[in-house]
C-alpha cells in the first residue's frame, strides 16, 4: 500500500495495533487528543499528526480505535475532522465498540461525502493487541471490507465477516462482551459460595476453569476473580458500563428481553459508584463478594 495508513486514538489498545501495522510494513500517521499519548506510536516509527485530517490523504484509509460514540463522531465531524478529508473513495474503519445506531448514522454520513464507513470492532485486551492475537469482526460495503482486510489483517489472528448492514459487527461485539461479563458474575457468585464453604478456590479454578469450561474468558477472568485482583486495568470497569448501557439501548431498538444483561449492568454501575470506574472490569466481581460479606 503506497499511502500512508492514518491511526487515530492511541491508547492502551491503540499503540500495540500501531505496532503491528508498523511491522508489517505499512506507513502509519496517528493522531491522538492528548499528544503526549502518541510518543510511544511516535518511538515505533508512526508520523505524529496534530489534527484527525492530517492522518489521511483523499481517498485514504483511517482508522479509529475510541471510547465511545461522542469521540468517534467528534473525529469525523470537528472542523479539522476526517470526514471532509477523505472524500470519494476514503474508508473510515471504525474499531470502536460504539452503539449499532451510531455505526448507521455514521455510515450515511460518509455515504453522503462519497466515502465509506466500515464497522470493525475487536474482540481481545491490550496484550491480545500486541501479541497480534486480536480477532477483528466487520460489517459493510463489501467492496470497502475488501480493500482494507490487508489491513485488518495485520492487526489479529483472524477477521470475520458479518455481512452488509453496517451496524452487524456492533450488535455481535455488544452481544460478546456481555457474555464476558456475564461469566464474569457467574464465576463471582460461584467463587464466594466456595470461599465461605472452604473450598480451595485455585484448585477448582484449575477444575472448572482449565477444564470443564475452558477457554481464555474463564481461564483469564476466573483468576482473576479467583485472586481478588483487578489492578492494572486491561479494560476499565467504567468503559464495560458504557458497552453495557449501549447494549440494552440495543435490546430495545430489537424488542429483546435480556434480564441477565439488566442484572450484569446493575453491577458495573454499582462498582462505578462505589469508585471502582478505573479498575479492570473484572471488578464488578466484588459486588458479589460485597453481597456476601467478604468484603466487610
Partial sequence: MNSP??????????????????????SVRVYNRTAARTLDAVAAGAAACTTPAQT??????????????????????????????????GVHVSMSTIAPATAQELAKLHDQHGSKYVAAPVFGRPDAAAAKKLWVCTSGDAAAKSRVRPVLEALGQGVVDFGDHVESANVLKLCGNFMVAAAT??????????????INKQAALELLCGGVFASPIYRNYGQSVVDVSHDP?????????????????????????????????????S???????????????????????LNA
Avoid: C
Fill in 56 to 89: 489521511v490523504d483523499a481517498d485514504g484509509i483511517v482508522l479509529t480505535m475510541l471510547a465511545d460514540d461522542a469521540a468517534v463522531r467528534a473525529t469525523m465531524l470537528d472542523q479539522h475532522g476526517i470526514l471532509n478529508k477523505l472524500g470519494p473513495g
Fill in 5 to 26: 495508513v492514518g491511526f487515530i486514538g492511541t491508547g492502551r489498545m491503540g499503540t500495540p495495533m500501531i505496532r503491528n501495522l508498523i511491522a508489517a510494513g505499512f
Fill in 271 to 293: 462498582g462505578v459508584a462505589k469508585g471502582r470506574g478505573d479498575m479492570d472490569w473484572t471488578g464488578l466481581a466484588l459486588g458479589a463478594r460485597d453481597d456476601a460479606g
Fill in 233 to 269: 486495568a486491561k479494560f476499565l470497569l467504567r468503559l464495560g458500563l458504557k458497552d453495557l448501557r449501549l447494549l440494552r439501548e440495543a435490546a430495545d431498538q430489537y424488542s429483546t428481553p435480556m434480564p441477565l444483561a439488566d442484572l450484569v449492568f446493575n453491577r458495573l454501575q
Fill in 185 to 198: 458474575e457467574a464465576m463471582a457468585e460461584a467463587f464466594s459460595l466456595m470461599e465461605k464453604a472452604g
